[in-house]
């Protein structure tokens, strides 16, 4: 049998090919790729401009490979947990988070994950494969509808912070942010779209090279070698002083601040000797810092560390004049806090 093709992995032009090879006129290649990512449109059948002779002709060639919501979970929050199922059946999760006058999605970048960060749930799922740009531009399109349907605005903002290693998917996570800040798609600001990463230093520096748009969040979580490496086993083969020289290098081709994701746990990190180190890797390029309160997972090595010491982080970033905010957890109710995402609903 013959494997058919998804219609959305082509191009416009390449559309407009498509039938021009098949002798119809090539605007019809406009009519279906408005179809496709303007409309979100999911069967050629109703394609209402199409004739139904040229729809069969569409149906032989292509399939429309799109992402289902399987269920969905609210949290007392508000925050909004999707489980969606892919064409091939395989499982992502992707969160509506609402706050005051924003509505943000966190959107997942791959199933599974091939990191093996100690105090995140997703690490424990090996990865399975990366995610397609229709896929990424699916969850933000369909976080869109779910905000305009529940809170009557469309999502402000977009985190790539959900499962997955965004930059290891680099290819389809660039396309599918075009996707999504195309006119063709949402129409969304770059300035709006934050991509989180664990610090692969090599792909930071090709992203500055390209003069991507977006902003860029890396979790650091140590400035201390010895502990990131224990607690994030490989960025043994990440050093420290690449992801120093890459952030620098980000900042002096994009003039875009970096934002560190950090947590503070027991007896890892809670004591000034840390404090320290991230006060001077901070110094090293312009910068501000996320400190993150921890989700419980499995793992039972990580436990929160005080308010005293985090307090003193707070306060020491401030007298180096490092901007800091405290992210307080959403959704934790329903496992949809950052870390938590492990596809418990199909377990
Ligand atoms: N792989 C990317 C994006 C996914 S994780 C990255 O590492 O940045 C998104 C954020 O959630 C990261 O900052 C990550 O370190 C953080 N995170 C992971 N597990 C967590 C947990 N249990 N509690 C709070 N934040 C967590």
């Not at 006129?25 to 394609?47: H, I, T």
């Not at 424990?124 to 896929?135: G, S, T």
């Not at 960025?235 to 420290?240: A, D, H, V, W």
Request: proline content about 3%; charged content about 25%.
């Amino acid at each position: 049998m013959k494997v058919k093709k998804d219609i959305r992995s082509l191009n416009l032009k390449e559309l407009c090919s498509f039938f021009e090879s098949n002798n119809y006129p090539a605007f019809r290649g406009n009519q279906v790729y408005n179809w496709l990512w303007n409309k979100s449109c999911f069967s050629f059948d109703e394609m209402t401009n199409i004739s139904l002779e040229l729809r069969e002709v569409l149906k032989k060639d292509f399939v429309i490979n799109h992402i289902k919501i399987d269920k969905i979970q609210k949290s007392i929050d508000g925050t909004i947990k999707n489980a969606v199922t892919l064409f091939d059946n395989l499982l992502v999760e992707s969160v509506l988070i609402p706050v005051k006058n924003r509505t943000t999605a966190c959107i997942s970048s791959q199933v599974g994950c091939s990191l093996d960060c100690e105090f995140c749930a997703t690490s424990k799922l090996k990865r399975i494969r990366n995610l397609n740009p229709d896929e990424i531009f699916d969850q933000a399109s369909t976080i869109n509808l779910q905000s305009k349907f529940y809170y009557n605005r469309p999502i402000s903002n977009i985190v790539f912070m959900g499962m997955g290693e965004p930059l290891l998917n680099y290819i389809n996570l660039i396309e599918g942010i075009n996707k999504i800040t195309s006119k063709d798609g949402l129409g969304m600001s770059p300035k709006r779209i934050t991509v989180s990463t664990s610090g692969i230093s090599k792909l930071i520096i090709k992203m500055a090279d390209e003069n991507v748009k977006f902003n860029l969040a890396v979790s650091l979580h140590s400035a201390v070698e010895k502990t990131r490496n224990k607690i994030m086993p490989f960025t043994i083969k990440f050093p420290l002083t690449d992801l120093k020289e890459a952030i620098k290098y980000w900042y002096n081709k994009t003039q875009k601040i970096v934002t560190y994701e950090y947590i503070v746990w027991k007896g890892i990190n809670d004591d000034m000797n840390h404090i320290n180190a991230l006060v001077d890797f901070c110094k090293s390029s312009p910068s501000k810092v996320n400190i993150i309160e921890y989700n419980k997972t499995s793992n039972d090595f990580f436990i929160s560390a005080d308010d005293s010491i985090i307090n003193k982080y707070i306060e020491e970033l401030e007298s180096n004049r490092i901007p800091v905010t405290i992210r307080k957890s959403r959704g934790k109710d329903i496992d949809a806090a950052c870390g938590q995402l492990a596809n418990k609903l199909k377990q």
